[in-house]
């Protein structure tokens, strides 16, 4: 895999015709942020754009400009001259979006995860930058595509999101740079905060009643984790987007190194998502041996077997790499 140019993406991009943009399931802000930057931009260029992902706008993304355009792709594929997979480490996370764009005869991928292989004809990863919110910026400045104050909103939302507010250690000065930038271009940092921090419905808070009377700790208290049954999320009436972020309660506490949160889902599996605080404790690692993947500090995999059994091998697992036994070891 050669990795691709920003110019000869750029060039693509103003080259063709037909676009579909997709993001993984189950998005997140920089996923739903990156995917209407993109379409915002591509169409100021006079481009025909579709907007797909297989979970469609969540209710908690709906202020984001342009919003409404993107959709939930139908079951029969359409052609595309150009198909672009943003923020997803692999192609068969983009869920039911991928198999309605098979027929797309150029594939950009543009992500952010290390663990990407790199599939698609034009291929631009960048494992340093904290968001892909932020390489769609450096495209967008370097090639000269179009940016108003929506376009701004969504990557705004991309960056903040995958920052953790600007926090992780992810961030860099470029990042504020671009922040600046962003906000000089009309982003009103306040309104949006709110919208994305302080807008919860009450459910979510409920959830983490509920979690918090889940959580464990092993090695001493390095590990934390909780978890979610189909019985209480179904209790609660939570949807897939409640539990984005709560995992940082676990995170935030001292001394813990690795966060999970374990998730029962529907098909047999079970969502895990990882989080390190130490460079040196590659949570992605761990979640590749699961045939899942992401970031250094923070991942995630879909693992077959019951809530009780995939949290035993993932603490297992985990174990490998932190020491889990009772005692400090002596001196
Ligand atoms: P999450 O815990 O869902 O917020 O995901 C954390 C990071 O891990 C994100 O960057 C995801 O893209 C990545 N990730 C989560 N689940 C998977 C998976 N099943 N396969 C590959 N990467 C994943
Ligand atoms: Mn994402
Ligand atoms: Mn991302």
Known sequence: MTQATLAQIGSALRQHHRFAVLSHVRPDGDALGSQLALTLSLQL????????????????????????RLTQPPPEPQDFDVAVALDTATQNR?????????????????????????????VYIDPNSPATGQILFELIQDQQLPIDPAIAENLFVAIS?????????NTTARTFEIGADLVRGGVDVGRVSRLLYENYPRRRTELLRELLGTMRFEARGQIASFSLSREVAGK????????????DHLRAIRGVIVAVFFEELADGKVRVSMRSKNEAIDVSAICQKFGGGGHKLAAG???RGTLTEVEERLLQAICEVIDCSDQRPPG
Do not use: C, M
């Not at 999101?161 to 250690?169: A, K, L, N, R, V």
């Open 45 to 68: 260029l006079g481009k025909e754009v579709t907007v797909w992902n297989e979970d469609g706008l969540l209710e908690k993304y709906d202020f984001l400009p342009g919003g409404a």
């Open 236 to 247: 609660l009436g939570i949807r897939p987007e409640d539990n984005e972020g709560l995992i």
């Open 301 to 303: 995999a879909r693992v």
């Open 161 to 169: 999101t995958d920052t953790g507010s600007f926090q992780y250690p």
């Open 94 to 122: 983009l869920g039911l979006a991928g198999e309605a764009v098979r027929h797309a005869k150029t594939w950009i991928n543009i992500d952010h995860h290390h663990s990407n292989p790199g599939y698609g004809d034009l």
